[in-house]
């Protein structure tokens, strides 16, 4: 069983991991022509000194909601949502893949966002039909293609990405 809880800077070291092991798993792509070597290079300075110093910093910013989830001990997952002014954004949302499909990112989700009073907005790689079927199922829909932010890899091939939108309930 896991349970949610807030963040906390303790958790920065896992959080670094679980986004880098996340990345690697969900992009790699025959399809697309990405290979693991590549996302491997893209994100090896995940989980350096200096970038988990950079997550205690996140933690300690205000206008957000931060959880994981864990099971016992063990951080498996993870959601950051940032309050802006106009609408909340879903900015960080991991689960590693061992434990997805077990109820888990839908518990984080569902507690981050449990009163939008706000639309929320959420980036989706445009290949990844997993995520974009995950969160049509919590009502957010198509909202535009997002050119200007796509991410270049070392090998030159870009993740593209689109917006998706919840309405405010």
Known sequence: MFKIRAINKRDSREICKIQRETWIFTYQSEKENISKSDLEEYTKTWTSTYNIKYFNTLIEKENQTWLVAEIGRYVVGHIRVIHE????????????????????????????IINNEKDILVDVVDF??????????????????????????????????????????
């Open 85 to 112: 002014k106009n609408h909340d954004k879903i900015d960080m949302f991991y689960v590693l893949p061992n434990y997805q499909n077990h109820g888990i990112g839908k518990k984080l989700l569902t507690r981050a």
């Open 128 to 169: 990844n039909k997993k995520a974009i079927k995950f969160y049509e199922k919590y009502d957010f829909s198509f909202l535009r293609i997002e050119k200007n932010n796509a991410r270049p890899l070392p090998s030159g091939k870009k993740l593209g990405l689109i917006r998706m939108k919840k309405p405010a309930t």
